[in-house]
């Protein structure tokens, strides 16, 4: 479904600031896929979802999506095909609009639109089963302003309109960083439901390596700006935090600083 070849991205190159974020980065997903993605500051996670998304282009490099080259497409082409979730519960979504006008605009990307605004009875009865599912009470307010709901509400919600339109690729930036753990762990709870349900090929970036071990298939570590590590199958099912640890410690020589981020 997926695949980085030769991707290298540079910041401020010949500057005092140059920056080698991306080197000769190479990654290929199947359809399917889930693989939750772990590193230290500034080991080009985020970059990486950036270039996926069109948002910055790598210097050199290709971004084959489902069988095709998007590498030269702009971010409005390829947000067709992408979902994506940010770390920030206040993205994603129009706080000075109701649930249900977020969730039309959602349910109605890609498609011709006329100058009719108004939803319709059965495209209501659609987004209170959908809401049903995040178990959030939220399909009893429709009409509800965005900005009215909590963090993890906002989250849950932005989550739900990545996938109304099942994309080719979900992409998810650290989507649970901003919220307490009790709310952090229902959102991953219906990330993983979300995820099974429309068997969606999925990249998370995450801090937390309990919840990189514990959910999706596969589990790869990047430093400065390559993978050191792919894990998959019933080897990623056994690991322990400690052994991502020792591993993170024995490749890349990492500081204390990176240690810390990483438990």
């Known amino acids: 479904?997926?695949?980085?070849?030769?991707?290298?991205?540079t910041f401020n190159a010949g500057t005092i600031?140059?920056?080698?974020?991306?080197?000769?980065?190479?990654l290929h997903l199947k359809t399917e896929d889930f693989v939750t993605v772990i590193g230290g500051n500034g080991a080009g996670k985020s970059t990486m979802l950036n270039i996926i998304a069109g948002v910055h282009t790598s210097d050199a490099g290709s971004v084959v999506l489902d069988g095709q080259d998007i590498t030269k497409d702009p971010e409005y082409i390829r947000a067709k095909h992408l979902g994506r979730v940010f770390q920030d519960p206040m993205m994603g979504t129009a706080a000075n609009m109701g649930i249900e006008e977020n969730l039309a605009m959602a349910f109605r990307r890609n498609r011709k639109r006329g100058l009719r605004w108004g939803i319709t009875h059965e495209e209501r009865a659609l987004y209170g089963e959908k809401l049903k599912i995040l178990e959030l009470g939220l399909e009893a307010r429709l009409k509800s302003k965005v900005g009215l709901l909590s963090g993890g509400q906002r989250q849950a919600l932005t989550l739900l309109m990545a996938t109304l339109q099942k994309p080719k690729l979900l992409l998810l930036d650290e989507h649970t960083a901003a919220l307490d753990p009790k709310t952090a762990r229902k959102v991953l709870e219906i990330t993983e439901e979300i995820?099974?349900?429309?068997?969606?090929?999925?990249?998370?970036?995450?801090?937390?390596?309990?919840?990189?071990?514990?959910?999706g298939n596969r589990l790869i570590m990047m430093n400065e700006g390559r993978i050191i590590?792919?894990?998959?199958?019933?080897?990623?099912?056994?690991?322990?935090?400690?052994?991502?640890?020792?591993?993170?410690?024995?490749?890349?020589?990492?500081?204390?600083?990176?240690?810390?981020?990483?438990?």
């Open 1 to 9: 479904m997926l695949k980085l070849l030769k991707i290298n991205k």
């Open 17 to 26: 600031n140059e920056k080698k974020v991306l080197v000769d980065f190479d």
């Open 229 to 263: 590590y792919d894990v998959s199958g019933e080897e990623k099912k056994s690991l322990r935090v400690e052994d991502l640890l020792k591993k993170f410690e024995s490749i890349s020589e990492a500081g204390a600083n990176d240690r810390m981020i990483l438990a």
């Open 195 to 215: 995820v099974t349900e429309n068997k969606l090929t999925t990249l998370m970036v995450t801090h937390n390596m309990k919840d990189a071990i514990r959910y």
